[in-house]
């Protein structure tokens, strides 16, 4: 099993995470985060999209959450949008300060920014594809929500992690097994499942996760009623193969 997550941090703490949570590392071969591969391309820039990017940049970051350290890949942090190459889109609850502390900001004055940034045609990259996220049964918005945001004011946008299907290929290496050898698992439509349709592999749809809500679903464990998975697959342009309202064993 290879966890696959569009969370901006590395991949080591999504590992600690899962111990945190009583599931040891010897269940997994590994994980693969988008904020890991986000990393790998601004270090090693070996691709042509990456290596035309300048090293100045806008960082939009966690301040709750803890702010996500930029060491090793020689960025510039600045504040001023006319000095910026680029914006990396790690939070949605603060800005990265050059003196390296984080300014917290809500979605409304990181939105002010994203203005500015439009206008200037600089591009994005977002290191977490999600646009928002279950934490104790609420939703939190996630940095794909100031992705989409940016895509709509004419922006570029680089989506490190699911739905592209980069971010399967890695982990299917990881793991030494051909597509048809997978199955992918996963609660979001547009991240989880239209990213196995892309990677041309099955997939499970949970749907206890955060479409709950839309499928009208009230407790744990509940049975999601066809007709709306349906509906909803089609709202999101994303087939699953299979229907759990759960993952358990």
């Known amino acids: 099993m290879v966890i696959i997550s569009n969370s901006s941090r590395r991949a080591s703490i999504t590992m600690e995470k899962m111990r945190s949570l009583g599931f040891g590392p010897s269940l997994f071969v590994g994980a693969i985060t988008s904020g890991t591969l986000t990393h790998q391309y601004l270090q090693r820039r070996d691709d042509a999209w990456f290596a035309s990017l300048g090293r100045s940049c806008i960082h939009m970051t966690w301040s709750d959450r803890g702010a996500i350290s930029l060491e090793s890949l020689g960025l510039q942090v600045v504040e001023n949008v006319d000095e910026a190459d680029f914006i990396l889109a790690h939070g949605t609850e603060a800005l990265g300060l050059s003196s390296g502390a984080a300014l917290p900001m809500n979605l409304d004055e990181l939105e002010k920014i994203l203005h500015q940034c439009a206008a200037k045609k600089i ?37 490190m992690g699911k739905p592209d299907k980069i971010i399967y290929k890695f982990a299917m290496e990881m793991a030494s097994v051909d597509a048809s050898d997978c199955i992918a698992v996963g609660d979001s439509l547009h991240h989880d499942i239209k990213g196995a349709n892309a990677a041309g592999i099955a997939s499970a749809f949970i749907t206890d996760g955060i479409h709950a809500t839309e499928l009208g679903l009230n407790k744990f464990g509940e049975v999601a009623d066809d007709n709306s998975v349906h509906a909803l697959a089609l709202k999101n342009d994303a087939y699953p193969t299979y229907v759990l309202p759960s993952f358990t064993w």
């Open 123 to 159: 591009p994005m990259v977002v290191a977490n594809p999600d646009f928002a996220t279950v934490e104790a049964r609420a939703l939190r918005v996630m940095p794909g929500t100031l992705a989409a945001t940016y895509e709509k004011l004419g922006g570029e946008v680089k989506w």
